[in-house]
């Protein structure tokens, strides 16, 4: 089976990336930028699946960039795995990208008062 890997120079994309290849899989890992459809659907041509764990992890980043990032890109992946044939999309949940320093707080105070 031919998958191609998002985020595989990233820590959770590489450790998915050898655990896929270690059990016979053909991964590639291209980068594409997921901002680029094009890029995307070039990467994933000839593909049978589509791991999509890239993301833009940041407390720090742009609130504007982290939803281009994560939710266009997400949706550019998806589309560019139709355009390009695959059947198979696994994706990694992202719930807690963007958690600004408000949230953080706002969960340390909870925890502190529960203890």
């Known amino acids: 089976m031919d998958v ?3 985020g595989a120079t990233g820590f959770v994309g590489a450790h998915v990336a050898r655990a896929l290849a270690s059990r016979g899989a053909a991964v590639r890992t291209e980068r594409a930028d997921l901002l680029d ?6 990467a994933m041509r000839g593909c049978d699946a589509v791991v999509h764990v890239a993301a833009l992890y940041s407390y720090d980043a742009d609130p504007r960039r982290i939803e281009a990032v994560n939710v266009s890109g997400t949706r ?3 589309d560019a795995a ?3 044939g695959v059947r198979r999309i ?3 949940s992202r719930d807690s990208i963007g958690v600004r320093e408000a949230a953080r ?3 340390s105070t909870r925890s502190s008062a529960a203890a």
Do not use: D, F
């Not at 459809?37 to 070039?42: D, V």
């Open 37 to 42: 459809p094009a890029g995307l659907e070039q």
């Open 76 to 78: 550019n992946v998806l």
């Open 82 to 84: 139709a355009r390009a």
């Open 4 to 6: 191609y890997v998002t």
């Open 105 to 107: 707080s706002a969960v």
């Open 90 to 92: 696994l994706g990694k």
